[in-house]
């Protein structure tokens, strides 16, 4: 018997009713990114009718915690050739509701008649599940706008939790902002339905480390199949160029040897001519070039570093049971006879099928499908951000 329940929800949210006779189902829940979820059935089964009715589902497990829920995607029809036709819905999480632009002063609304803000920046200085919490507010909850309001959409006091943070943000995605504030912050968020009512929740966690006692290997007796894959490093070598013109513009070189690949050396120029190498006259903002070079080359460092990830299937034991021993977001060590794989889960697959029944597969480490277009787009946002007084 299953411990799941796919629940499908209608327009307004509301309950419509369960799927139990799926072909196939997968859910992939992911810490500070977005989730997305699939389901395929039979085009004549009562399943396919509640799917195109509704607008959306729940994945809900045994103790009625809800592990997923989202919007539904345009469907695909598919067939196979001496087969019964499919229906094939697919979905992302609720957490993609929360796309929206900070607003430098949130309760001003912005016009097609013009407007402008009275602040240059949204601002707040606070621990870090405070100053998302009212980022989120501002923007996308009670506090915003009546026509920005995601409706529903329930906010829990702030617990204070994750490190101090200061943060300053002008027309930023309100979603990426929201990941970068919890990443800083030490936490982790999403977004889901409350399996009593239509209302969605913002759910905050605070990731462990549990790398010490939260160990995988085969000798351990908890570890079945798995996939580990490694890329090399994107960058070795950054030369930071600051503000000046011709043979006046100087330079900085910062270099990171990774270990496992010694012999790859990659250069890179990160154009820096906002920095100055002096302070001009009144200007009181100006930034020391030598400390500003190097946190710039530090990130870039970080974002090209070699990625090594595992993907796994991981067997109960006693005291090693997801969602009540480890989580989301939690650093744990997988023993391969490669060597020690320490990171944090990044994703958790959920999926179900007749013959395979329920299985929940975490990944550590980089997102294994595509880690340099994950950090491409921090790059950009970090680009972008260089750019954000120019708004």
């Given amino acids: 018997m299953s411990d799941w329940q796919i629940w499908v929800r209608g327009h307004g949210r509301e309950w419509l009713g369960i799927v139990d006779d799926e072909l196939d189902f997968s859910a992939t829940a992911r810490h500070l990114a977005l989730g997305a979820w699939q389901v395929t059935v039979e085009a004549a089964s009562p399943s396919a009718d509640l799917l195109l009715e509704g607008e959306g589902l729940a994945l809900i497990d045994a103790d009625g915690r809800v592990l997923l829920s989202g919007p539904k995607r345009p469907m695909e029809r598919g067939r196979d050739p001496g087969s019964d036709n499919t229906l094939t819905f697919t979905g992302v999480d609720d957490t993609a509701l929360l796309s929206r632009i900070v607003y430098p002063s949130p309760a001003t609304a912005i016009t097609s008649t013009g407007t402008k803000h009275t602040a240059q920046y949204w601002t707040r200085n606070a621990p870090a599940e405070t100053v998302l919490r009212d980022l989120i507010s501002a923007n996308a909850g009670t506090s915003a706008l009546a026509d920005r309001r995601v409706p529903g959409l329930y906010l829990p006091a702030s617990q204070e939790r994750g490190a101090a943070l200061s943060s300053q943000l002008r027309l930023d995605n309100l979603l990426d902002a929201a990941w970068e504030i919890a990443r800083t912050g030490g936490l982790g968020f999403h977004v889901v339905q409350d399996t009593e009512s239509t209302d969605l929740h913002l759910v905050v966690y605070e990731p462990r480390d549990r790398s010490r006692e939260i160990r995988f290997g085969e000798h351990l007796g908890n570890l079945g199949s798995y996939e580990y894959s490694a890329t090399p490093p994107e960058v070795t070598d950054v030369i930071v160029a600051i503000g000046g013109e011709g043979v006046d513009r100087r330079f900085y070189r910062y270099q990171r040897r990774d270990p496992l690949w010694p012999g790859v050396v990659i250069e890179e120029v990160l154009d820096a001519r906002d920095l100055s190498q002096e302070p001009g006259d009144g200007d009181e903002e100006w930034v020391n070039p030598d400390a500003a070079s190097e946190q710039r080359a530090t990130e870039r460092l970080d974002d090209g570093a070699a990625t090594a ?83």
Avoid: H, M, N
């Fill in 309 to 391: 990830s595992v993907t796994f299937e991981p067997l109960e034991v006693d005291g090693l049971r997801f969602g009540a021993d480890y989580a989301l977001g939690d650093i744990v060590t997988a023993e391969l006879d490669l060597g020690d794989v320490t990171d944090t889960i990044r994703e958790v697959r959920y999926s179900r099928t007749p013959d395979g029944g329920e299985l929940i597969v975490p990944s550590i480490g980089e997102p294994p499908d595509q880690p340099q277009i994950y950090r491409r787009v921090a790059a950009l946002r970090r680009d972008v951000d260089q750019l954000k007084t120019r708004r």
